[in-house]
Protein backbone atom coordinates (compact mmCIF):
# COMPACT_ATOMS: atom_id res chain seq x y z
CA UNK A 1 0.00 0.00 0.00
CA UNK A 2 2.52 2.65 -1.22
CA UNK A 3 0.25 5.99 -1.48
CA UNK A 4 1.69 9.10 -2.27
CA UNK A 5 5.52 7.77 -3.30
CA UNK A 6 7.46 11.07 -4.24
CA UNK A 7 10.94 11.08 -6.14
CA UNK A 8 13.98 12.04 -5.48
CA UNK A 9 13.72 12.39 -1.60
CA UNK A 10 17.23 15.05 -2.21
CA UNK A 11 17.91 16.42 -4.50
CA UNK A 12 20.88 19.66 -5.22
CA UNK A 13 20.27 22.26 -8.22
CA UNK A 14 22.90 24.79 -10.17
CA UNK A 15 21.20 28.04 -10.54
CA UNK A 16 19.50 28.15 -13.79
CA UNK A 17 19.03 24.03 -14.34
CA UNK A 18 15.52 22.40 -14.83
CA UNK A 19 14.01 19.23 -13.17
CA UNK A 20 11.28 17.75 -12.67
CA UNK A 21 9.75 16.07 -9.33
CA UNK A 22 7.79 12.95 -9.94
CA UNK A 23 4.39 12.56 -7.90
CA UNK A 24 2.55 9.16 -7.91
CA UNK A 25 -0.74 8.09 -6.08
CA UNK A 26 -2.59 4.65 -6.09
CA UNK A 27 -5.62 5.60 -4.46
CA UNK A 28 -7.52 6.46 -7.38
CA UNK A 29 -7.87 10.24 -5.87
CA UNK A 30 -8.81 12.85 -7.99
CA UNK A 31 -7.35 15.67 -6.66
CA UNK A 32 -3.94 16.39 -6.19
CA UNK A 33 -1.91 18.67 -4.79
CA UNK A 34 1.85 20.34 -4.84
CA UNK A 35 2.86 22.67 -1.65
CA UNK A 36 6.60 23.76 -0.53
CA UNK A 37 7.87 24.21 3.07
CA UNK A 38 9.89 26.91 4.17
CA UNK A 39 11.24 26.85 7.83
CA UNK A 40 8.33 28.33 10.05
CA UNK A 41 6.20 29.12 6.87
CA UNK A 42 3.97 26.35 7.51
CA UNK A 43 2.34 24.63 3.69
CA UNK A 44 2.32 27.12 0.89
CA UNK A 45 -0.12 25.81 -2.46
CA UNK A 46 1.90 25.70 -5.57
CA UNK A 47 -0.03 23.85 -8.27
CA UNK A 48 -3.55 21.55 -7.79
CA UNK A 49 -5.56 19.28 -9.72
CA UNK A 50 -9.14 18.34 -9.87
CA UNK A 51 -8.59 15.80 -12.74
CA UNK A 52 -6.34 14.38 -15.03
CA UNK A 53 -6.36 17.32 -17.83
CA UNK A 54 -7.38 19.79 -15.19
CA UNK A 55 -4.65 21.90 -13.13
CA UNK A 56 -4.95 25.88 -11.53
CA UNK A 57 -2.55 27.88 -9.82
CA UNK A 58 -2.01 28.26 -5.83
CA UNK A 59 -1.02 30.83 -3.68
CA UNK A 60 2.62 30.70 -4.88
CA UNK A 61 2.55 29.61 -8.39
CA UNK A 62 5.04 31.56 -10.22
CA UNK A 63 8.33 29.18 -11.63
CA UNK A 64 6.63 26.24 -11.55
CA UNK A 65 4.93 24.31 -13.96
CA UNK A 66 2.30 21.41 -13.58
CA UNK A 67 0.94 18.56 -16.30
CA UNK A 68 -1.38 16.01 -15.24
CA UNK A 69 -1.95 13.49 -18.14
CA UNK A 70 -3.34 10.29 -16.06
CA UNK A 71 -4.97 9.93 -12.49
CA UNK A 72 -1.79 8.69 -10.96
CA UNK A 73 1.01 10.96 -11.37
CA UNK A 74 1.14 14.48 -10.90
CA UNK A 75 4.79 16.29 -12.03
CA UNK A 76 6.07 19.31 -11.21
CA UNK A 77 8.52 21.10 -13.32
CA UNK A 78 10.77 23.91 -12.24
CA UNK A 79 12.31 25.27 -15.46
CA UNK A 80 14.69 27.84 -13.92
CA UNK A 81 16.21 27.09 -10.79
CA UNK A 82 16.41 29.86 -8.34
CA UNK A 83 18.03 30.19 -4.66
CA UNK A 84 14.16 31.06 -3.81
CA UNK A 85 13.22 27.73 -4.53
CA UNK A 86 15.02 26.20 -1.82
CA UNK A 87 13.08 24.30 -0.08
CA UNK A 88 10.55 20.94 0.81
CA UNK A 89 7.82 20.04 -1.67
CA UNK A 90 5.25 17.76 -1.01
CA UNK A 91 3.06 16.54 -2.97
CA UNK A 92 -0.51 15.70 -1.34
CA UNK A 93 -3.71 13.61 -2.86
CA UNK A 94 -7.44 13.58 -1.51
CA UNK A 95 -10.87 12.05 -2.98
CA UNK A 96 -12.01 15.76 -3.09
CA UNK A 97 -15.49 17.25 -2.32
CA UNK A 98 -17.70 14.42 0.30
CA UNK A 99 -16.42 12.18 2.86
CA UNK A 100 -12.81 12.71 1.82
CA UNK A 101 -13.19 16.26 1.72
CA UNK A 102 -9.82 18.40 3.29
CA UNK A 103 -8.62 15.01 3.98
CA UNK A 104 -5.26 14.77 2.27
CA UNK A 105 -2.40 11.89 1.64
CA UNK A 106 0.80 13.30 1.92
CA UNK A 107 4.49 12.03 0.39
CA UNK A 108 7.41 11.84 1.82
CA UNK A 109 8.56 15.38 0.57
CA UNK A 110 11.79 16.07 -2.32
CA UNK A 111 14.40 18.48 0.37
CA UNK A 112 15.54 20.65 -2.86
CA UNK A 113 18.53 22.80 -2.49
CA UNK A 114 19.94 25.18 -5.34
CA UNK A 115 22.70 26.77 -5.23
CA UNK B 1 -9.11 36.83 3.63
CA UNK B 2 -9.19 33.50 4.69
CA UNK B 3 -6.38 32.67 7.70
CA UNK B 4 -5.23 29.96 9.87
CA UNK B 5 -3.06 31.18 13.20
CA UNK B 6 -1.00 29.63 15.60
CA UNK B 7 -0.02 31.27 18.60
CA UNK B 8 2.35 29.38 19.68
CA UNK B 9 5.34 28.37 17.32
CA UNK B 10 7.54 25.87 19.96
CA UNK B 11 5.94 24.04 23.11
CA UNK B 12 7.81 21.62 25.43
CA UNK B 13 5.60 19.46 27.94
CA UNK B 14 6.88 17.05 30.18
CA UNK B 15 6.10 13.30 29.35
CA UNK B 16 2.77 12.28 30.87
CA UNK B 17 1.69 15.95 31.12
CA UNK B 18 -1.86 17.33 29.31
CA UNK B 19 -0.95 19.66 26.45
CA UNK B 20 -2.87 21.77 24.58
CA UNK B 21 -1.84 23.79 21.00
CA UNK B 22 -3.93 26.46 20.17
CA UNK B 23 -5.73 27.48 16.76
CA UNK B 24 -7.50 30.45 15.42
CA UNK B 25 -9.37 30.83 12.13
CA UNK B 26 -10.31 33.74 10.36
CA UNK B 27 -13.06 32.17 7.59
CA UNK B 28 -16.47 33.99 6.55
CA UNK B 29 -18.14 30.24 5.74
CA UNK B 30 -18.71 27.67 8.02
CA UNK B 31 -15.25 26.31 8.46
CA UNK B 32 -13.72 22.83 7.75
CA UNK B 33 -11.24 22.40 10.40
CA UNK B 34 -8.54 19.64 10.36
CA UNK B 35 -5.17 19.02 12.76
CA UNK B 36 -2.41 17.58 10.84
CA UNK B 37 1.25 16.16 12.41
CA UNK B 38 4.29 16.05 10.67
CA UNK B 39 7.52 13.74 12.37
CA UNK B 40 10.34 14.88 11.09
CA UNK B 41 11.67 13.81 7.52
CA UNK B 42 8.27 12.81 7.02
CA UNK B 43 4.51 14.19 5.19
CA UNK B 44 1.59 15.22 6.83
CA UNK B 45 -0.92 13.20 8.78
CA UNK B 46 -4.27 13.49 9.52
CA UNK B 47 -5.07 13.35 12.95
CA UNK B 48 -8.92 14.72 13.01
CA UNK B 49 -11.51 17.22 11.33
CA UNK B 50 -14.12 18.90 11.56
CA UNK B 51 -17.17 19.36 9.30
CA UNK B 52 -20.03 20.36 11.57
CA UNK B 53 -22.24 18.63 14.42
CA UNK B 54 -20.38 17.95 17.98
CA UNK B 55 -18.06 20.34 18.42
CA UNK B 56 -15.53 17.88 20.05
CA UNK B 57 -14.16 15.69 17.92
CA UNK B 58 -11.58 12.70 18.58
CA UNK B 59 -8.71 12.08 16.76
CA UNK B 60 -5.80 8.96 15.88
CA UNK B 61 -3.15 8.45 18.87
CA UNK B 62 -5.50 9.98 21.42
CA UNK B 63 -6.08 13.32 20.30
CA UNK B 64 -9.08 15.42 21.00
CA UNK B 65 -10.47 18.83 19.43
CA UNK B 66 -12.73 21.57 20.50
CA UNK B 67 -14.67 23.81 17.98
CA UNK B 68 -15.34 27.08 19.86
CA UNK B 69 -17.68 29.40 17.26
CA UNK B 70 -17.66 32.51 19.51
CA UNK B 71 -13.94 32.14 19.90
CA UNK B 72 -13.06 31.26 16.19
CA UNK B 73 -10.93 28.36 17.85
CA UNK B 74 -10.16 24.79 17.20
CA UNK B 75 -7.90 23.94 19.93
CA UNK B 76 -6.18 20.35 20.06
CA UNK B 77 -5.79 18.88 22.94
CA UNK B 78 -4.14 15.12 24.93
CA UNK B 79 -4.90 14.36 28.30
CA UNK B 80 -1.40 12.71 28.63
CA UNK B 81 1.96 13.36 26.25
CA UNK B 82 3.93 10.74 25.04
CA UNK B 83 7.88 10.91 24.01
CA UNK B 84 6.32 9.78 20.46
CA UNK B 85 4.15 12.87 20.08
CA UNK B 86 7.15 15.22 19.72
CA UNK B 87 6.77 16.06 16.02
CA UNK B 88 5.17 19.44 14.41
CA UNK B 89 1.62 20.05 14.42
CA UNK B 90 -0.49 21.63 11.50
CA UNK B 91 -4.23 23.32 11.74
CA UNK B 92 -5.68 23.86 8.85
CA UNK B 93 -9.46 25.31 7.47
CA UNK B 94 -10.56 23.71 4.29
CA UNK B 95 -12.25 25.70 1.49
CA UNK B 96 -15.22 25.50 0.58
CA UNK B 97 -16.61 27.17 -2.69
CA UNK B 98 -15.99 27.42 -6.38
CA UNK B 99 -13.32 25.37 -7.91
CA UNK B 100 -11.16 26.02 -4.86
CA UNK B 101 -12.92 23.80 -2.76
CA UNK B 102 -10.75 21.41 -1.18
CA UNK B 103 -7.87 23.70 -0.69
CA UNK B 104 -6.44 23.76 2.33
CA UNK B 105 -4.99 26.74 4.07
CA UNK B 106 -2.46 26.21 7.10
CA UNK B 107 -1.40 28.03 9.76
CA UNK B 108 2.33 28.12 10.20
CA UNK B 109 2.86 25.07 12.88
CA UNK B 110 3.48 24.24 16.24
CA UNK B 111 7.09 22.33 16.99
CA UNK B 112 6.10 20.41 19.76
CA UNK B 113 9.10 19.16 22.40
CA UNK B 114 8.57 16.07 25.03
CA UNK B 115 10.13 15.92 28.32
CA UNK B 116 11.57 12.87 29.74
Known amino acids: NAGVTQTPKFRILKIGQSMTLQCAQDMNHNYMYWYRQDPGMGLKLIYYSVGAGITDKGEVPNGYNVSRSTTEDFPLRLELAAPSQTSVYFCASSLGPGTGFGAQHFGDGTRLSIL | AQSVTQPDIHITVSEGASLELRCNYS??????LFWYVQSPGQGLQLLLK??????LVQGIKGFEAEFKRSQSSFNLRKPSVHWSDAAEYFCAVALTYGGSQGNLIFGKGTKLSVKP
Open chain 2, 27 to 32: YGATPY
Open chain 2, 50 to 55: YFSGDT
